[in-house]
C-alpha cells in the first residue's frame, strides 16, 4: 500500500496529464486520460497516491501546537504556513500550488474519468466483483474529496441557510474545461450523499486487510458518520457510528504498543477504516523522528499519568513535545495519517449518545474507548450528568484526534454550537486573536483559481 506514496503508477504517461496545470477546474489536460480501457487500469489509478491526499491547512491554522519563538515561525519555510499559523487575511502571499485545493480536484477528475469510462466495459459474472468496487471506489473518492474541499472552503452547513450560502463547483464529468460556478452548500452536500449512497451500494462490507486505501461499506458508512456529525445531525450521525461498531469495527489495546518507538502504531492495524495522509507541502505538518512544530504545552499537560497517549502520539526532545507517526506507522515516515479510524467512530458514537440525553450509553461508549489507552486497570475519567459528559467527550476528542486534521473543523462546529472559543498565538510578543465564527474559518480559494475559473472568493 506504502508504494504508492513514492512513485507514481505506471499508466503509460497518462499521469503526468495534470502535473502541470494551476487549475483542475478549467486546464485541458495535456494527454487523454480516458484511453485506459480495462478495470485493472481504473483500480490502479484508484490505488494512485495522489487518491491518498487530504488537506494540510486545517492543521496548519488549529491551536494543537506553537511556534516556540518568533525566529523558528520565521525560518518556516513557505509563506503559506507561516500565514496561516496567524490567520492572515493574505493567506498564500501568492505562492502555488496550494495542494489542498489542487489534490481533491485532481481526485475528482480521475474519479470522473473512471465513471465516464465504466459503461464502456463489458459486464460478465467474472469481473463482477471487480467492477462494482471500481465504481463504488471511484462514487466514494468523488464524495470524499468534494467534502473535504466543502469542509475547507466553505462556511459550516447551517440548514437555515444552505440553498444560500455558497459551496463548491460541482464537476460529474471528465470534461475539466467545463467552466462551473460555485454551487450552493445544500446542493454540494446532496452530491457528495448522492456519490456516498453509490458507493455504499456497490463497495464490499470490509476493504482489503493489505491495502487500506481501498474503500468499504463500512468506510462508507465511517464517513456518514464524520460528515452528519459535521453539520450537526447527530441522529444521523449516530446511526451510521452505530452501523460501524455492530458490524466489527476494532480498537487496539494501547498497553501492547512499544511507548519507546517513534512509530508504536503499525501503518497495517486493526483500527484503521481508510487510511490517507497529507502532502509534505508544508514543514509544519511533519510528524516522527523530522517533526518541527511543537505541541501545545496545555495539551500535553492534559493527558493522565496513567493515559498512554501521552507516550503513543507524542515524544520529548531538549524540553519540547512533539509528534510521532500515530496510524501511518515507521513505514509512513513523516506523513501524518488523515484517514478515519475506529476511535474516531467510538468518539462519534458517544457525543451524538450525550446529544441524545443518553449520558449512561455515552459514557459506555467513551470508556470502551478508553480501556484500551489507559493502563490496565487504572481509573478512567467520569460524567454522571448529561452537562458533563458533553465536555468530557469534547475533551477526550481532541485528545485522541490529535494532528488528525479533524480540530479545526471541531472547532467551527462547537462555535455553531455557541462554545466561542477564540484561538489565541502570540508571536514576537503580539497577541493574534482569532474569534468565534470568522471568517477566516474558512480558506481562501487560491487566487490562480479566481483568475482561471471566475468563480467566486471567499471573504476574509
Not at 24 to 41: C, E, G, N, V
Not at 74 to 83: H, S, Y
Not at 195 to 219: F, V
Not at 367 to 387: C, D, F, I, S
Request: hydrophobic share 40%; net charge negative.
Amino acid at each position: 500500500m506504502m508504494k504508492y506514496r513514492y512513485c507514481m503508477i505506471p499508466l503509460l504517461a497518462a499521469l503526468t496529464l495534470l502535473g502541470c496545470s494551476k487549475s483542475f477546474l478549467t486546464a485541458k489536460p495535456s494527454t487523454d486520460i480516458s484511453t485506459l480501457d480495462s478495470l485493472p487500469d481504473y483500480e490502479q489509478l484508484l490505488n494512485n497516491y495522489i487518491m491518498t491526499q487530504t488537506a494540510s491547512l486545517p492543521i496548519l491554522s488549529a491551536d494543537e501546537y506553537y511556534y516556540p519563538t518568533y525566529a523558528r515561525w520565521e525560518a518556516t519555510l513557505t509563506a503559506t504556513e507561516r500565514n496561516a499559523y496567524i490567520w492572515a487575511d493574505s493567506l498564500y502571499a501568492g505562492e502555488d500550488p496550494i495542494e489542498d485545493w489542487d489534490n481533491s480536484y485532481q481526485q475528482i477528475y480521475y474519479a470522473n474519468v473512471i465513471l465516464a469510462s465504466l459503461p464502456n466495459v463489458a459486464v460478465t459474472p467474472t469481473n463482477m466483483s471487480q467492477y462494482n468496487l471500481v465504481k463504488g471506489w471511484a462514487y466514494f473518492a468523488r464524495g470524499f474529496a468534494l467534502y473535504n474541499l466543502v469542509s475547507e472552503f466553505a462556511t459550516l452547513y447551517d440548514s437555515s441557510t444552505a440553498a444560500q450560502d455558497l459551496g463548491m463547483p460541482i464537476h460529474v464529468t471528465p470534461d475539466v474545461s467545463e467552466a462551473l460556478p460555485r454551487s450552493t452548500m445544500k446542493q454540494t452536500y446532496a452530491q457528495i450523499f448522492a456519490d456516498l449512497a453509490q458507493a455504499d451500494a456497490l463497495l464490499p462490507l470490509n476493504g482489503s486487510p493489505s491495502n487500506l486505501t481501498q474503500p468499504s461499506k463500512i468506510a462508507t458508512w465511517a464517513l456518514y458518520a464524520r460528515i452528519y456529525l459535521s453539520i450537526r445531525n447527530y441522529p444521523l450521525a449516530l446511526q451510521y457510528a452505530d452501523s460501524c461498531i455492530q458490524h466489527g469495527i476494532t480498537l487496539m489495546d494501547y498497553n501492547t504498543l512499544d511507548t519507546s518507538s517513534y512509530g508504536p502504531i503499525n501503518t497495517i492495524n486493526p483500527e484503521t477504516i481508510f487510511w490517507c495522509t497529507v502532502p509534505i507541502q508544508y514543514e509544519a505538518t511533519v510528524v516522527g523522528p523530522s517533526a518541527t512544530s511543537t505541541i501545545d504545552t496545555n495539551l500535553y499537560a492534559s493527558y493522565d499519568t496513567n493515559d498512554l497517549r501521552k507516550h503513543v502520539y507524542f515524544f520529548v526532545s531538549s524540553g519540547q513535545v512533539f509528534m510521532k507517526s500515530g496510524y501511518t506507522g515507521s513505514q509512513g515516515g513523516s506523513y501524518p495519517f488523515t484517514g478515519i479510524a475506529a476511535d474516531e467512530i467510538y468518539l462519534i458514537q458517544a457525543e451524538c449518545l450525550a446529544w441524545a440525553g443518553n449520558t449512561t450509553a455515552a459514557m459506555q461508549s467513551l470508556n470502551t474507548l478508553l480501556a484500551k489507552r489507559y493502563v490496565h486497570g487504572a481509573k478512567l475519567p467520569t460524567a454522571v450528568t448529561p452537562q458533563a459528559v458533553l465536555p468530557l467527550i469534547w475533551t477526550e476528542r481532541k485528545k485522541e484526534l490529535v494532528w488528525r486534521g479533524l480540530r479545526w473543523g471541531d472547532l467551527k462546529r462547537y462555535n455553531k454550537e455557541g462554545q466561542n472559543i477564540t484561538l489565541t498565538r502570540v508571536l514576537n510578543g503580539q497577541t493574534i486573536n482569532l474569534p468565534p465564527n470568522d471568517l477566516r474559518y474558512v480558506m481562501p480559494i487560491p487566487q490562480y483559481e479566481i483568475n482561471l475559473s471566475g468563480i467566486a472568493q471567499n471573504p476574509r
